[in-house]
């Protein structure tokens, strides 16, 4: 079974920088789309930047200039380099992933890494 695992959130200061690590493990066949979403208490998860296989990105309006997202097709991986953090960006950070089986498409999830901006 496919896994997404996020690592290096944290606590920073306003102004500052965090990168985000997220690895895909298990059975992977091909994953498609990967990306970054985040959610705050009482609102909707939402998009902060998306990257296909081919290297294409996209990003939410709120964080286009200061974040950018890559990733490693070899090692499954997607990094989301974070700066000029304020503390609006505050909020639980989501590993996102398309999976590609034969059969099917899957939609994958990280458990959620903190991000915690102070002002």
């Known amino acids: 079974q496919v896994q997404l695992q996020e690592s290096g959130g944290g606590l920073v200061q306003a102004g500052g920088s965090l990168r985000l690590s997220c690895v895909a493990s298990?059975?992977?066949?091909?994953?498609?789309?990967m990306g970054w979403y985040r959610q705050t208490p009482g609102k909707q998860r939402e998009l902060v930047a998306a990257?296909?296989?081919?290297?294409?990105?996209d990003y939410g309006d709120s964080v286009r200039g200061r974040f950018t997202i890559s990733r490693d097709n070899a090692k499954n991986m997607v990094y989301l380099q974070m700066n000029n953090l304020n503390p609006d960006d505050t909020a639980v950070y989501y590993c996102?992933?398309?999976?590609?089986?034969?059969?099917?498409?899957?939609?994958?999830w990280g458990q959620g890494t903190l991000v915690t901006v102070s002002s």
């Open positions: 996102h992933a398309i999976h590609r089986t034969l059969q099917r498409y899957v939609e994958l």
């Open positions: 298990g059975g992977i066949f091909v994953i498609n789309d």
């Open positions: 990257i296909a296989r081919d290297g294409m990105s």
